[in-house]
């Protein structure tokens, strides 16, 4: 079975950096794939940060973090990181990693394009 880790979350002070990863196993995907970044703030809807393709790492950034955030991965490792900086108190959510295998290839950064989810990292932002 596919597995997604997200990890990296925590209680930071607002304008610090902070770095999450995501761990990815249990699949035999021959082809590329995504793997993308989202959150959810209490009360609100999740939202898209960003995805990034595992064969040549071309990346998709969302307008909820463009410029505070990079996505990058680590293939070897079947890992992939966001790197947020300048965080805000309304950054403060659970952030999913989730993945886009074979099925849905080709239908963008959105979470209803993805196929397996992991269980999220919270990230508290004090202001």
């Known amino acids: 079975d596919v597995q997604l880790q997200a990890s990296g979350g925590g209680l930071v002070q607002a304008g610090e950096s902070l770095r999450l990863a995501c761990a990815a196993s249990?699949?035999?995907?021959?082809?590329?794939?995504?793997i993308g970044w989202f959150r959810q703030a209490p009360g609100k809807e999740r939202e898209g940060i960003s995805c990034i393709t595992r064969r040549d790492g071309m990346t998709y950034y969302a307008e909820s973090m463009k410029g505070r955030s990079k996505i990058s991965r680590d293939n070897s490792k079947n890992t992939v990181y966001l790197q947020m900086y300048g965080l805000k108190a309304e950054d403060t959510a659970v952030y999913y990693c989730?993945?886009?295998?074979?099925?849905?290839?080709?239908?963008?950064?959105?979470?209803?394009?993805?196929?397996?989810w992991g269980k999220g990292t919270l990230v508290t932002v004090s202001s």
């Open positions: 989730a993945l886009q295998g074979p099925v849905s290839a080709g239908k963008g950064c959105s979470d209803n394009a993805m196929d397996y």
């Open positions: 249990g699949f035999t995907f021959d082809d590329d794939y995504v």
